[in-house]
């Protein structure tokens, strides 16, 4: 089991930075990808940005790439997730997971997929003001 819990969210000015966090606790972190998602109201959940166990490889949504920083710190139990440049659009609930079971438990998903995710945290909510 693996529990997680967000916090930074909070309201930004387009153009500003927020700096979300999320801390795990349960099965020793740095044996597991980690990963950020967020909905916008009546939008579905999407992708953010994805990190591995060592934080080695990143991943991320084509409307964030350049803007976002994924990060972990194996020794805090924590991954960050550095947003810069916020427009309107990225204002939604943001949600870290945890993906424990790796490539192996994907079922031919790709690592965008929500599915490959298998622990989620309650989410922070992120607003930016135009």
């Known amino acids: 089991q693996v529990q997680l819990v967000e916090s930074g969210g909070g309201l930004v000015q387009a153009g500003g930075s927020l700096r979300l966090s999320c801390a795990a606790s349960?099965?020793?972190?740095?044996?597991?990808?980690m990963g950020w998602f967020r909905q916008a109201p009546g939008k579905e959940r999407e992708f953010v940005a994805r990190v591995t166990w060592s934080g080695g490889d990143t991943y991320y949504a084509d409307s964030v790439k350049g803007r976002f920083i994924i990060s972990r710190d194996n020794a805090k139990n924590t991954v960050y997730l550095y947003m810069n440049s916020l427009k309107p659009e990225d204002a939604a609930l943001y949600f870290c997971a945890a993906d424990t079971r790796g490539p192996a438990g994907w079922r031919g998903r790709l690592l965008d997929d929500e599915s490959t995710f298998n622990f989620w945290g309650q989410g922070t909510q992120v607003t930016v003001s135009s």
């Open positions: 349960g099965r020793t972190f740095g044996t597991y990808g």
